[in-house]
């Protein structure tokens, strides 16, 4: 878990503190950052509110910090929402087609329909 780290450090939280707030041992945070002890669903669920990101980013599954119910608020819709998940799966070659594809249509969205 090492993005649990590297969340923890960038809020300047020490691991005595973290594990205060989520009611476990010190030495339990220690386990989670280091990958010899995973957190209970529980545990996870307040270590991501409390660190105010998403259960994936802590379990490094994703490099996106913000919670789903956060990019839902910012405007995003679940139709939105799968496809930047579909996004992702693509390799570095489709992604940059895929690039070119929309600056094509947001170009001729400017231009009058045929």
Known sequence: MKNLRQIREKKRLTQRRLSMEVGVAQET??????????????????????????????LDRTDIKEPVDRLTMHGSNAEELELIA????????????????????????????A
């Open 29 to 58: 945070i220690s386990a989670y950052e280091i990958g010899r002890a995973f957190p209970r669903g529980d545990v996870l669920i307040s270590l991501a509110d409390f660190l105010g990101t998403s259960t994936d980013y802590l």
């Open 86 to 113: 579909q996004y992702r799966q693509l390799n570095h070659i489709q992604k940059t087609k895929m690039q070119g594809f929309l600056m094509v249509i947001l170009e001729s969205h400017t231009l009058p329909d």
